[in-house]
């Protein structure tokens, strides 16, 4: 079937793992990431970017696109790829990559091994294929999104898919023992068989049938719907017995149109079993057989269960009491009106103390300074600097042994260690305070800032529109008798 062409892994270096991820963080918000913001989130010089961005394209992990408003990069599949299998190598999960042994219309599976040379299987997610694009009737990933990027969507998929597969495998359900999971790979136990599809002969057709409408029973029982509970997602071991796969489709026995799922489950199961092994049964579970008994659906917030369904589910299977959650209610309503009426006292508190410090050290330094000269005029200097010192900082450090005075208030601001004032003394406005202050840190933010990265290689967008649009306004110049 082929396989994913990881030979190039071991030849990439640090730099262009960081590029990589640069593309991708740049992605969150960008369609297409220009080159000097690739450069700027990677933290690299701009020329050093460039090489590697033509040559993480030419291995095609890239995607160079030239658009209407603007030019940028894109990461594709392949470099998608790439970044979470270096971090499940680096975890020490995947040691050898096999060949591929699956592919589905919204997945790719291969076989992998970790250090011991123990086989696994490896789930790629791959949303976005033409066979399966209509995912917001399909699937509720976008939730309040207008629209996202495939790779995200990949990774909500896997990301949902491992949540399931835990919380069932925790419970003793036969699914795949998760391993772990990263970006849009799942990395799962290798289930030795095949799928109920390939399956043509059955020693006990009747004990089959039986345990899987038992286990279709048995997930509702629990909160959960499979939805898609086929032959494909069926695999049967050498020992004849069955596991579960395929999980991002699961919903919950709250949702609008759970009866329709669980019904079309049921029905998936009885004709498979007549038109292959020419078994038909009476006897198959309905909607109203499920009796719930835990709440698989509120743990991983399936689709369909709101929060107030939430709280009403835990408070019929007893794991939450009224009782309790209105004593917690009223004791957090009065722990949060003591802690407000503690705050306002130590903060009118606090803003006394400082305003008498300061006072206490603008009369300290004037009075140091009466000694040495008896005219206004250096008082007022010497005030202005102790204020523009105050302003330059933004938050002054106050140090009160310098300055030796009987107040009562002093006193008790010396039993401090230090205290950072965010308010100065009555004669200074707090309005020039707050504009000093902001005008010095954008002076610090400018002159701290490093110099401007100049895009150079590609011409930008609309310099290339201009320029076409000014050729061809020189050709048309004959045609309309133009000098």
């Not at 690739?38 to 030419?58: D, F, M, P, S, W």
């Not at 095949?194 to 629990?222: A, F, T, W």
């Not at 092994?277 to 698989?296: G, H, N, V, W």
């Not at 269960?305 to 004593?327: A, C, S, W």
């Amino acid at each position: 079937m082929g396989k994913l062409n990881v030979t190039i892994l071991r030849y990439l270096t640090k730099d262009d793992f960081r590029v990589l991820t640069a593309i991708e963080m740049g992605m969150k918000n960008h369609e297409l990431v220009p080159a000097s913001l690739a450069a700027q989130i990677a933290n690299l010089r701009y020329g050093g970017v460039h090489k590697l961005l033509k040559e993480l394209c030419k291995h095609r992990l890239l995607s160079y696109e030239r658009g209407k408003q603007y030019d940028g990069y894109r990461l594709t599949n392949a470099g998608y790829d790439y970044l979470a299998l270096k971090v499940l190598a680096q975890r020490g999960i995947i040691a050898s990559f096999g060949n591929q042994i699956g592919v589905g219309k919204e997945s790719n599976i291969y076989i992998v091994a970790d250090e011991d040379r123990n086989p696994m299987c490896l789930k790629l997610h791959r949303l976005g294929r033409t066979c399966f694009r209509n995912i917001k009737s399909k699937r509720d990933y976008h939730q309040h999104r207008k629209s996202a990027s495939w790779l995200y969507l990949s990774r909500i998929s896997a990301t949902r898919e491992y949540a399931y597969m835990k919380a069932l495998f925790d419970r003793g359900f036969p699914v795949p023992k998760p391993i772990d999971l990263n970006r849009h790979c799942v990395v799962m136990e290798l289930v030795e068989g095949g799928p109920l599809c390939g399956v043509y002969r059955l020693d006990d057709v009747e004990s089959l049938y039986d345990e899987l409408m038992n286990l279709i029973v048995k997930l509702g029982n629990h909160g959960v719907i499979h939805g898609d509970f086929n032959e494909f997602n069926i695999m049967i071991t050498n020992s004849g017995k069955p596991i579960l796969i395929d999980f991002p489709q699961m919903i919950s026995t709250e949702h609008v149109d759970a009866k329709t799922y669980f019904e079309r489950d049921v029905n998936c199961v009885r004709d498979f079993f007549k038109r292959r092994f020419a078994y038909e049964s009476e006897l198959y579970p309905t909607f109203q057989d499920i009796s719930r008994e835990d709440c698989i659906d509120v743990e991983i917030k399936a689709s369909g269960i709101t929060k107030q369904m939430e709280k009403d589910l835990l408070r019929e299977i007893g794991m939450v009491e009224v009782e309790d959650e209105e004593i917690e209610e009223d004791c957090n309503e009065d722990t949060d009106e003591e802690n407000k009426n503690t705050n306002e006292s130590e903060i009118d508190y606090l803003q006394l103390e400082v305003e008498n410090s300061v006072r206490n050290e603008f009369m300290c330094t004037s009075k140091k300074t009466s000694e040495d000269s008896e005219t206004n005029e250096k008082e007022d200097s010497i005030v202005l600097s102790v204020e523009d010192r105050i302003l330059e900082e933004g938050v002054k450090k106050i140090d009160m042994e310098t300055c030796n005075s009987e107040d009562d208030d002093v006193e008790k601001f010396n039993d401090l260690k230090s205290m950072y004032s965010s308010m100065t003394a009555s004669t200074i406005a707090p309005e020039l305070i707050k504009k000093k202050v902001k005008i010095a840190l954008q002076k610090r933010e400018k002159r701290e800032q490093s110099r401007r990265i100049l895009v150079k290689g590609e011409a930008n967008a609309i310099t290339r529109v201009r320029r076409e649009n000014r050729d061809t306004i020189k050709q048309s110049t004959g045609i309309w008798g133009w000098e």
